[in-house]
């Protein structure tokens, strides 16, 4: 499958993107793990995004296009992907619609993950996620089995800097304005796949429905 995910931060993309990838063997792609890694090796590109990050706001469009440019290229891709956290503004979604025409690509479907802003703010404030594979945790619902450590690979778990309330806040407020208009761009497209929950079967049910018809 070719599939971008779009919803709110804390909506559950990279939950349902990971469950995706089990089933048909597609990649997930996230951009927000790509920059995170970039911030913790301290590259060139991770010292520039730093403080962007941190406070929530966007990295540049053409920052994020040249890192897609490249990864959308790489030999994992071939059995499809799962774009977790990209296009996030329309210019990026032009973009990306230009380089898929160049590469003959076409995608499935855009899932969007309609969560309410209560839920998310809640599961927000109480996540936590691995610094090196970014499977995510939570101190309520799903604790690691050891205290501060990832169960898959045994790294450091921590609760992200753009994690905290004002950092929160403000990541809702970049995706209202910045994100959200994506949803009529790929419903004018005829892709968009609106789904009221974050849980994998209707989520399932509604993608099967699409790609059927
Ligand atoms: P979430 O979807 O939970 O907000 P992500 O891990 O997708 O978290 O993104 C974290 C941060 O990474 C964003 O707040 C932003 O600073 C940066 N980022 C990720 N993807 C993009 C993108 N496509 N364009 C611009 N900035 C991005
Ligand atoms: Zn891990």
């Known amino acids: 499958m070719k599939v971008i995910l779009l919803g709110p931060p804390g909506a559950g993309k990279g939950t349902i993107a990971k469950a995706l990838m089990q089933i048909d063997g597609s990649v997930q792609i996230s951009t927000g793990d790509i920059l995170r890694h970039a911030i913790a090796d301290k590259t060139d590109l991770g010292i520039q995004i730093e403080a962007a990050m941190a406070a929530g706001n966007l990295v ?18 071939k059995h499809g992907y799962l774009l977790d956290g990209f296009p996030r503004t329309i210019p990026q979604a032009e973009a990306l619609k230009n380089l898929l025409t160049k590469l003959g690509e076409k995608l499935d479907c855009v899932l969007e993950l309609d969560v309410p802003r209560d839920v998310i703010f809640d599961r927000l404030t109480t996540r936590r ?15 690691p089995t050891v205290d501060g450590i990832c169960d898959v690979c045994g790294h450091e778990i921590v609760q992200r800097d753009d994690e905290t309330e004002e950092a929160i806040e ?36 509604a993608i099967r429905e699409h790609m059927d018809r």
């Open 60 to 77: 540049t469009d053409d920052l994020i296009m040249s890192i897609m440019e490249q990864r959308l290229l790489a030999d994992d891709c």
């Open 129 to 143: 996620t691995c610094t090196n594979c970014g499977e995510i945790y939570n101190v309520k619902s799903k604790p």
């Open 170 to 205: 403000n990541r809702l407020e970049v995706y209202n304005e910045q994100t959200a208009p994506l949803a009529d761009f790929y419903r004018k497209e005829g892709l968009l796949v609106s789904v009221a929950s974050s849980d994998l079967d209707p989520v399932l049910a």
